[in-house]
């Protein structure tokens, strides 16, 4: 299979090279192997998991990565894997790839231990926490936690992941002493867009990357300016948003199965949306 040219890059707060669009291993199960490999021969140089057997396969993410890794001759230092710490509550009580009785400081330290062995790699490129905790004492716990495993080395740099609410990214950025380069959310109408959290990012270098993008705005998909702006560049409308969102400052993650798909997700990179027609399709975003 040829190679694309890999994604552009943006650069975090913490000096951080990332894929400006990223391949999501969400609900992947026993496919994640073969995707990752595909999505790495195709292209994509960054890959989102976390250490959550409910959701997330990352021993296959693993697996995969190494495998299109070594027929392509990529170095690791060319692929960016971010994975996360989850939180007993989204945990399958069956599958917790931790002690569920430790402190969350041991949680924390044991589930990157085990991302460590199933990402087959030495260094994270990125730690999030997949969501808040019960209280902000207990978000700042395991935030520390994080913080000495960065300090230590095994993590280039840390994020946060479902935090929808301002005031408690605010109070988080303001105490800690290794600031989150990475804010990742759901991306649609519910939450405004989170439109004052992307201000609050990119005030302070910090990547604002989306999930969720394509299934919760199918509506935006099919909206008559879309489908010109489509006409208009010869794109897909999937395409077109992914083009705005990463214009705009957005990375977006998309967990396709398909390589058509990948190639076009990865192909947003070879045109440009005008500034009008971008402050036209953010009006229709928010309206």
């Known amino acids: 299979m040829a190679i694309r040219a890999p994604a552009q890059f943006v650069t975090s707060g913490a000096g951080v090279r990332v894929p400006a669009i990223i391949y999501g291993t969400a609900w992947k199960k026993t496919d994640t192997e073969r995707l990752v490999a595909l999505a790495i021969d195709t292209g994509f140089r960054g890959i989102d998991t976390?250490?959550?057997?409910?959701?997330?396969?990352?021993?296959?993410?693993?697996?995969?990565?190494?495998?299109?890794?070594?027929?392509?001759?990529?170095?690791?230092?060319?692929?960016?894997?971010?994975?996360?710490f989850t939180p007993l509550s989204g945990q399958d009580p069956n599958r917790i790839p931790y002690d569920r009785d430790a402190a969350i400081t041991q949680q924390v330290t044991q589930s990157f231990r085990v991302s460590?062995?199933?990402?087959?790699?030495?260094?994270?490129?990125?730690?999030?926490?997949?969501?808040?905790?019960?209280?902000?004492?207990?978000?700042l716990e395991a935030w520390r936690a994080m913080e000495s495993l960065a300090d230590a080395g095994g993590i280039r740099q840390l994020g946060v992941s479902n935090f929808y609410n301002l005031a408690d990214l605010e109070e988080?950025?303001?105490?800690?002493?290794?600031?989150?380069?990475?804010?990742?959310?759901?991306?649609?109408?519910?939450?405004?867009?989170?439109?004052?959290?992307?201000?609050?990012?990119?005030?302070?270098?910090?990547?604002?990357?989306?999930?969720?993008?394509?299934?919760?705005?199918?509506a935006f998909l099919t909206d008559a300016a879309v489908l010109a702006l489509s006409a208009k560049h010869g794109r897909t409308p999937e395409q077109i948003l992914f083009r705005f969102l990463s214009q705009i400052g957005v990375v977006p993650l998309t967990g396709t199965r398909s390589v058509q798909h990948m190639t076009d997700d990865l192909a947003i990179f070879d045109f440009e949306i005008a500034r009008a027609d971008l402050a036209s399709l953010e009006r229709l975003l928010l309206r």
């Open 172 to 218: 988080l950025y303001d105490v800690v002493g290794v600031k989150p380069a990475i804010v990742q959310n759901r991306f649609y109408a519910a939450s405004g867009y989170d439109a004052e959290i992307r201000a609050f990012c990119r005030e302070r270098q910090i990547i604002y990357q989306s999930f969720w993008t394509l299934t919760a705005n199918a």
């Open 116 to 139: 460590l062995r199933n990402l087959r790699t030495e260094v994270l490129d990125a730690l999030l926490l997949h969501s808040p905790m019960a209280d902000m004492s207990q978000t």
């Open 50 to 84: 976390a250490c959550q057997p409910k959701h997330y396969d990352e021993a296959g993410v693993g697996a995969g990565a190494v495998a299109a890794a070594s027929r392509s001759g990529l170095d690791r230092g060319e692929l960016y894997l971010q994975t996360k």
